[in-house]
């Protein structure tokens, strides 16, 4: 599956900002999907995960922050950014979770390029 996030930018902080995941498959429907995100000079961190069932989970410094969502119509899971810091500021990247533990970067597959989000101070 190819996957091709958008809806980055620049943002003030304490502004708000969607990301947009979309997968080239109709099968989308049928994988749990995640958003990771790696800022310069760091490791690409877990976000968020969602389940093909709905089923969230987050990273403890985005929860009550962001919230991840899907449209299985649409082949795209999204990425809602609310009350956003200077520390969320990196790349984003989507990518299917392949089962295990799900804050673990080597259980995700297809990973597609990302989207930049600069949050200014």
């Known amino acids: 599956v190819q996957l091709q996030a958008s809806g980055g930018g620049l943002v003030q902080a304490g502004g708000s900002l969607r990301l947009s995941c979309t997968a080239s498959?109709?099968?989308?429907?049928?994988?749990?999907m995640g958003w990771f995100r790696q800022a310069p000079e760091k490791e690409r961190e877990f976000v968020a995960v969602?389940?093909?069932?709905?089923?969230?989970y987050y990273a403890d410094s985005v929860k009550g922050r962001f919230t991840i969502s899907r449209d299985n119509a649409k082949n795209t899971v999204y990425l809602q950014m609310n009350s956003v810091k200077p520390e969320d500021t990196a790349v984003y990247y989507c990518?299917?979770?392949?089962?295990?533990?799900?804050?673990?970067?080597?259980?995700?597959?297809?990973w597609g390029q990302g989207t930049q989000v600069t949050v200014s101070s």
């Open positions: 990518a299917v979770f392949v089962g295990g533990r799900y804050y673990d970067i080597n259980n995700y597959r297809g």
């Open positions: 498959r109709r099968t989308f429907s049928s994988y749990d």
């Open positions: 969602i389940t093909l069932n709905g089923i969230r």
